[in-house]
């Protein structure tokens, strides 16, 4: 792998904790922020559970976080290695494809009707945080690479190559 691509996985697992803390500051906001709630409702949980049943809450949780970083890092890598520049809009357009992708197949998989779902309130509630967060990771990953593509020289004489 190449510097721009570990540079994306870098501001991918940045981007993600971001996206973490927005998660977070959102269920506390709510009431709904609990240990319970992170290690049984977070997606990254539930894939640990469906995957491995239950845990201790210590290993559960740092599964979890394992996961979600290298799942955030994975796509910003990706993001990076396919454009020669990474925009804000870029990072947004990412982003909107994962929730999407979370929405439409992975939360149905897992037992849930994601974008599929009732109309019932607390439904609504989900998709919006969930919006939330997925808008906070794509404008976070998109920002620091706008940073990293400006002040690089070197990317200015020498754009990636496709």
């Known amino acids: 792998m190449n510097a721009r691509t570990w540079r994306g996985f870098l501001w991918g697992m940045v981007a993600t904790v971001a996206m973490t803390m927005t998660h977070m500051i959102i269920w506390a906001i709510a009431g709904r922020l609990t240990v319970e709630a992170l290690t049984t409702k977070a997606m990254p949980s539930m894939i ?3 995957l491995l049943g239950p845990l201790p809450t210590g290993t559960h949780l740092l599964l979890a976080v394992a996961i979600h970083l290298g799942y955030g890092g994975f796509w910003g890598a990706i993001l990076f290695r396919l454009t020669p520049r990474v925009t804000v ?8 494809f994962l929730y999407l992708g979370a929405h439409i197949f992975l939360s149905p998989l897992l037992g849930h009707g994601g974008i599929m779902a009732s109309g019932e309130p607390h439904r609504a509630f989900l998709l ?6 997925h808008v906070t990771y794509g404008a976070t990953l998109g920002w620091l690479g706008s940073l990293g ?3 690089s020289p070197a990317l200015a004489k020498n754009p990636p190559a496709h």
Do not use: E, N, Q
């Not at 919006?128 to 967060?133: D, G, I």
């Open 128 to 133: 919006l945080f969930s919006v939330a967060t």
């Open 149 to 151: 593509d400006r002040k």
């Open 89 to 96: 809009w870029k990072g947004l357009g990412l982003a909107a």
């Open 48 to 50: 640990i559970t469906r």
